[in-house]
Nanobody
Framework: QVQLVESGGGSVQAGGSLRLSCTAS????????MAWFRQSPGKEHEGVSAIDSSGAPTYANSVKDRFVISKDNAKNTLYLQMSSLKADDSSLYYC????????????????????????????WGHGTQVTVSS
């Protein structure tokens, strides 16, 4: 049984920093994508950042240069270091895990960076709230 538990959310002033953590258990596949999504009331899930099993990151344009995704394999933990936070970053942040991403070129499949589409992830945590006050 796969379980993802997020922590580290809270309230911070604009310009501040937070580090989110997601501890995973029960996902035994060695190749995977892990990602952070966020969702505000009345809005769709928005992909924030993802990382594959080799450590290659993907970032949404809205957080590039402000957020850093990383993972500690020994602790089965995914992190999201968030800096220069803005009021627009306020949201419920979820971590998710899913299969690795590939792209097809002709008859061959090539490894590709993880996507930020929620449809590509099949296990989700319950979320941690981030509130940024301006």
């Amino acid at each position: 049984q796969v379980q993802l538990v997020e922590s580290g959310g809270g309230s911070v002033q604009a310009g501040g920093s937070l580090r989110l953590s997601c501890t995973a258990s029960g996902y035994t596949t060695s190749s995977y994508c892990m990602a952070w999504f966020r969702q505000s009331p009345g809005k769709e899930h928005e992909g924030v950042s993802a990382i594959d099993s080799s450590g290659a990151p993907t970032y949404a344009n809205s957080v590039k240069d402000r957020f850093v995704i990383s993972k500690d394999n020994a602790k089965n933990t995914l992190y999201l270091q968030m800096s220069s936070l803005k009021a627009d970053d306020s949201s419920l942040y979820y971590c998710a895990v899913g299969p690795p991403h590939y792209r097809q070129v002709g008859p061959r499949l090539y490894s590709s960076n993880c996507s930020l589409s929620p449809d590509d992830y099949n296990y989700w945590g319950h979320g941690t709230q981030v509130t940024v006050s301006s």
